[in-house]
């Protein structure tokens, strides 16, 4: 089970402290919650959403998507 915690606020969870499973859950989560706010362009300057981006930049495996979310939203992960 994991924890995600605000690196802007230290004592802050996501989720209000949700405790979560696995890291597919975690970036199910953060990519939903991060695909709001987010702004990322292909080559040709299109817009992407969040799991697009992920597609056409390559980022394919749960480590390099959850690395890429973590360092985007400034969130650090934490066993519970």
């Keep these: 089970m994991y924890k995600i ?10 989720a209000d402290g ?3 499973e ?10 939903s919650y991060h695909d709001t706010d987010f702004s990322g ?3 040709e300057d299109n817009e992407l959403n ?5 597609k ?8 390099e998507k959850l690395n890429w ?3 985007y939203g400034e ?4 066993n519970a």
């Excluded at 969130?75 to 934490?78: N, R, S």
């Design 50 to 54: 969040i799991w697009d981006y992920f």
């Design 5 to 14: 915690r605000d690196l802007q606020f230290e004592c802050k969870y996501f």
């Design 75 to 78: 969130w650090k992960i934490e």
């Design 18 to 20: 949700t405790l979560f």
């Design 69 to 71: 979310l973590l360092e």
């Design 41 to 43: 362009v292909d080559n």
């Design 22 to 31: 696995n890291k597919k859950e975690i970036i199910d989560h953060l990519a």
């Design 56 to 63: 056409y930049w390559g980022i394919n495996t749960i480590k």
